[in-house]
């Protein structure tokens, strides 16, 4: 159920960033719900692309296969045709590991108005705790966590989300 302040808002586009393992995802799930929001990260933006074969998914996938990251302007160009994408449906949605770094910050800044940006603080030491714990299923790209999420079955991927 939306909340009353959340049903008052006409727009919601919404930024997360913070390190890894500092909660965004977590985080993410609650806001989506309570605020009826479209969550979505890079990496779903570049496994859409890879999956349906497109140009920006190929060029994308030829970096990933070499161990290379996917270059500044690559990367942009497949984040902003998917949020486009997202932007056409609703635009209430909540944008997890984008940007990075500089230029791509400045891309985004062009090509679309943010309502809100929350960065997220968590302590060197408190990531490290939270990081050897993880476990993530590489093909899915769901994460688990030996003590406070694990898997029903050890070694095994959760087939219920």
């Known amino acids: 159920r939306q909340s009353s302040y959340a049903r008052q808002l006409s727009s919601l586009r919404c930024l997360i960033m913070g390190p890894p393992g500092g909660g965004k995802g977590t985080l ?5 719900k309570e605020f009826s ?11 859409g692309h890879i999956a349906e074969g497109t ?11 070499k161990g290379e990251l996917v270059p500044d ?8 045709a998917h949020v ?5 449906q609703t635009n209430r949605w909540l944008l997890d590991g984008f940007p990075r770094t500089v230029t791509q910050a400045e891309a985004l800044d062009k090509a679309f108005a943010l309502d809100i940006v929350i960065n997220l603080d968590i302590p060197h030491d408190e990531i490290v705790e939270r990081l050897r ?3 993530v299923h590489l093909q899915s790209g769901r994460s688990y966590h030996r003590i406070w999420n694990p898997p029903k079955v050890e070694g095994k991927v959760n087939t219920a989300v």
């Not at 969550?39 to 496994?47: I, T, Y």
């Open 55 to 65: 140009k920006l998914g190929k060029e994308a996938k030829g970096f990933m296969d």
């Open 28 to 32: 993410s799930s609650r806001l989506v």
């Open 133 to 135: 714990h993880r476990l």
């Open 84 to 88: 486009s994408d997202v932007e056409a």
């Open 37 to 47: 929001m479209k969550h979505f990260s890079s990496g779903d933006a570049l496994r």
């Open 73 to 80: 302007d690559l990367l942009v160009d497949v984040v902003l």
